[in-house]
Structure formats: structure tokens, C-alpha cells
């Protein structure tokens, strides 16, 4: 028999429930003893490594002890910084290729506890190039989709290693000329863009804004001519300039040895060396794929 201790916000964990608590007593002290005298032997403490570290769920926000109302807490960092989330959070008024209006309803509640079901079941319904997301080949060619060139045909190992984060010239896209200025060596085969897409904060913002920076066709072919990257990550919803939209997707798809990762969050984080984690989810015959990325010092 495993005790573990339980973590809810209800008046048996108040400050002030000294009473209930004391009622606890025999309960507890009868675990004490079975966990004393089992061969399992656990600690009561639980080490960095396990799922729910010391203090999980006890962080600012996470128990309001005055109302016993629980207030979920939506971190961006995690380990005292050393892990960054660098996805967008999905809400109804982030950005959706050319719309006004933004992503909009994208996920209900088909079933509800609170209308008699046994558990709470949502379903969503949303581009797959929404948000932060990675492109296949098949996205901008026609004979790699109907090959089945999908999301669940990419490398992972491109898309989990040491990665480069650098700052882009702010006032223009990146073209051949920007591309050898950012002096980029040999052997580095991740890269993460920053632009002036970060500063203007364009993924917070719900309409679709065509004068985003991206890619010109040059310097998508500088890149693939000239480095060894593999993976290419942007800050907006697109690699490519919107004035060289399918021209440089042609130039980074054609190979289907580069990844592309779009709508990337970066603005938490500082130029240089990281580990980057990104998994897309494993959709057969999708072309696009929402993406979970981390960056991790």
C-alpha cells in the first residue's frame, strides 16, 4: 500500500481546519505504520524526478483558501527557467491565415458532467496550420500529399536537438543578404528565427497582418545552398514572406529534408544556444500539424 499526500483545495487542507484535521489523525498514523513495516519503501517526500514534484499544485493561484475556490495557474517557464514554453497558447482570438476575425469557436463541449454525463468530453475543429505548427512536404506539393508525405512521415530527430536562437535584422525580411549576415556556422542544423514579428506581437493580435516578416525566395535558397540546417523555425504563422509566400515554401519543402515550425513564441527567450523539443501530433494524411515546443538552457 502506497500513501501519497492529496492535493485539493477543500477545507480539510485550510490553515484553519485544525479540528477535521486532528480527526484525520488515526487514519494517518495508521498509514505511517503499514508504509514503516511494507517492503516497498517510498519516500514521503517526493524526489525532482517524479510526475508531481514537492509543491505541486500548492504555487501562488493554485488554492484560494479565503473562498476554497480552485484558481488554475498557466505558467510559461518551468525549473526556475531553465525550461521555456515556446507554443501559443489556442484561445478563440489568436490569429487564422487571412482572417479578420481571428481563429474564433474552435472547441466545444459535446458531453458535460453537469448535464448528466459521466465525464466531460470536448471535441475541436480547427486548421491545422493555426497557431504554433509544423508544415509536411504535402503542404505546398500536390505529388508528395497524395504520396503520403504527412506530418507523421517527420523526422523527430530533426525536430529535438541543439537548436540556435538568433535575432533578425528588424526592418526586413530575410532574404540572401540578411541570411550571410547572420554568419550562421557550418554544422548547425537548428535555427530559430526572431524578427520583428516578436516586437510587434503580432501572434497576440486576432486579425491576419500580411506585412509579417518572413522569408524571401533568395534567402530560403541561401539557406538551403549554403548551411546545414534542417529545421527552420519562424515567429508568425508563416516561414515565407507573404510577397514570396509559395515561391520559398518550394525552395524548403522540395528536398523534404527540412522541417518548417511557424508561429513560434520567442519573445521569452535570449539569443543563442539551446535544446529544442518540438512534437507534432501524429495526424495520417495531414499536411500540417499543431506542434508543443520547448526550449530548455
Same mark, same amino acid.
Given at each position: ?30 498509514? $505511517? ?207 515565407? $514572406? ?56
Amino acid at each position: 500500500m502506497v500513501c501519497l499526500p492529496v492535493r485539493r483545495c477543500d477545507p480539510m487542507h485550510s490553515p484553519v481546519s485544525t479540528t477535521m484535521a486532528r480527526k484525520s489523525l488515526p487514519a494517518l498514523l495508521l498509514c $505511517a505504520v503499514i508504509l514503516t513495516t511494507s517492503s516497498l519503501s517510498v519516500s514521503s517526500t517526493p524526489s525532482k524526478t517524479e510526475a508531481y514534484p514537492s509543491g505541486y499544485g500548492d504555487g501562488p493561484g493554485a488554492c484560494d483558501y479565503s473562498t476554497g475556490e480552485l484558481v488554475p495557474t498557466r505558467e510559461e517557464v518551468y525549473g526556475g527557467g531553465r525550461i521555456i514554453d515556446i507554443s501559443y497558447r489556442y484561445t478563440p482570438e489568436m490569429p487564422s491565415w487571412e482572417s479578420k476575425d481571428g481563429l474564433g469557436q474552435f472547441m466545444r463541449l459535446a458531453a458535460s458532467m453537469k448535464n448528466g454525463s459521466l465525464a466531460n468530453f470536448s471535441e475541436m475543429k480547427l486548421p491545422v496550420h493555426t497557431g504554433t505548427h509544423v508544415d509536411a512536404p504535402g503542404h505546398v506539393f500536390d505529388h508528395y500529399f497524395d504520396a503520403g508525405f504527412d506530418v507523421d512521415t517527420l523526422d523527430l530527430e530533426v525536430l529535438n536537438g541543439p537548436a540556435l536562437l538568433v535575432d533578425v535584422p528588424r526592418d526586413k525580411n530575410i532574404t540572401a543578404e540578411v541570411m550571410k549576415s547572420l554568419s550562421i556556422p557550418k554544422g548547425v542544423r537548428r535555427v530559430l528565427f526572431r524578427t520583428l514579428n516578436t516586437e510587434r506581437q503580432l501572434m497576440w493580435k486576432r486579425e491576419f497582418d500580411t506585412s509579417y516578416v518572413g522569408f524571401m525566395k533568395d534567402g530560403a535558397k541561401w539557406l538551403v545552398d549554403n548551411t546545414d540546417i534542417k529545421l527552420v523555425g519562424v515567429d508568425y504563422l508563416s516561414v515565407a $514572406a507573404y510577397a514570396d509566400l509559395i515561391p520559398a515554401h518550394h525552395v524548403f519543402l522540395e528536398s523534404r529534408e527540412i522541417i518548417l515550425v511557424e508561429g513560434l513564441k520567442l519573445e521569452g527567450a535570449h539569443p543563442g544556444i539551446y535544446s529544442v523539443h518540438c512534437l507534432p501530433l501524429r495526424l495520417q494524411g495531414a499536411e500540417g500539424s499543431p506542434i508543443r515546443c520547448i526550449l530548455i538552457k
